[in-house]
C-alpha cells in the first residue's frame, strides 16, 4: 500500500527565497513519485516525476526535487520563488505495476510574500 | 492540443437528489480516471477505465456511485441519492495508455450538496 506525507499544510516564503516542500511516502514496492501543482479553479498540472535513472529530476517553472530512498523523502524545491509560484502543490505515489492509480498527500499551500 | 473537458464547472443540490457530471478526455487517451477532492485533501481516485473497461473501481461508494464510459472515449459519473459528504471536486483525468505515467487533469466539477 502506498502513502504520502506532507509536512505543512501552509508555507510562506517571500519573493526570490528558496522554496522548499516536504514529501515523505511509504510504499511496498519500488514507487513512482510525482509533483502536481494546482493553481485556484483550475486542475492539476504535473510539475515533475521519478519514475527510474537519475535521483534528482527537474520539472517545469524552475522546479527540481530529489529522490532519497533511504529517507522515503522526494523533496520539491526552487531556489529562488516567484509570485506566481503561489499555488497548492501536491506529492503523488504510485507503484510500478503501470496502473497509474495516484495516492496523493493532502497539499502544501503556498504563499509568496512580496 | 485540447485538454480534458468537464462540465458543469459548478453544480448545488440538495441532499438526496442526483446529479451527473461529464468529461471529455484528451483525444487518443485511452485510460480516464475519476477522482474526488474534499475541501483540504488530496484527491482520491474514484475509478479507473482502460477504453470502456473498468480497471479499478475499488474506491468508489457503489451504493451511490456509479460511472460508465460506453464507447471508450466521453464518461459519465452520477451519484444517487447525494449525501452532505459528497461535497467536493470531482476531477477527470486522462492518460494515453495504462502504463502511460503522466496523467492530464480537467478543471473538475465543485459539487455543493445542502
Known amino acids: 500500500a502506498q502513502s504520502v506525507t506532507q509536512l505543512g499544510s501552509h508555507v510562506s516564503v517571500s519573493e526570490g527565497a528558496l522554496v522548499l516542500l516536504r514529501c515523505n511516502y511509504s510504499?511496498?514496492?519500488?514507487?513512482?513519485l510525482f509533483w502536481y501543482v494546482q493553481y485556484p479553479n483550475q486542475g492539476l498540472q504535473l510539475l515533475l516525476k521519478y519514475t527510474t535513472g537519475a535521483t534528482l529530476v527537474k520539472g517545469i517553472n524552475g522546479f527540481e526535487a530529489e529522490f532519497k530512498k533511504s529517507e522515503t523523502s522526494f523533496h520539491l524545491t526552487k531556489p529562488s520563488a516567484h509570485m506566481s509560484d503561489a499555488a497548492e502543490y501536491f506529492c503523488?505515489?504510485?507503484?510500478?505495476?503501470?496502473?497509474?492509480?495516484?495516492?496523493f498527500g493532502t497539499g502544501t499551500r503556498l504563499t509568496v510574500i512580496p | 492540443e485540447a485538454g480534458v473537458a468537464q462540465s458543469p464547472r459548478y453544480k448545488i443540490i440538495e441532499k438526496r437528489q442526483s446529479v451527473a457530471f461529464w468529461c471529455n478526455p484528451i483525444?487518443?487517451?485511452?485510460?480516464l480516471y475519476w477522482y474526488q477532492q474534499i475541501l483540504g485533501q488530496g484527491p482520491k481516485l474514484l475509478i479507473q477505465?482502460?477504453?470502456?473497461?473498468?480497471?479499478?473501481d475499488s474506491q468508489l461508494p457503489k451504493d451511490r456511485f456509479s460511472a460508465e464510459r460506453l464507447k471508450g472515449v466521453d464518461s459519465t459519473l452520477k451519484i444517487q441519492p447525494a449525501k452532505l459528504e459528497d461535497s467536493a471536486v470531482y476531477l477527470c483525468a486522462s492518460s494515453f495508455d495504462i502504463f502511460n505515467t503522466e496523467a492530464f487533469f480537467g478543471q473538475g466539477t465543485r459539487l455543493t450538496v445542502v
Open positions: 483525444s487518443g487517451h485511452a485510460t
Open positions: 477505465f482502460q477504453n470502456n473497461g473498468v480497471v479499478d
Open positions: 503523488a505515489v504510485s507503484d510500478r505495476t503501470g496502473a497509474n492509480n495516484l495516492f
Open positions: 510504499s511496498s514496492v519500488p514507487p513512482y
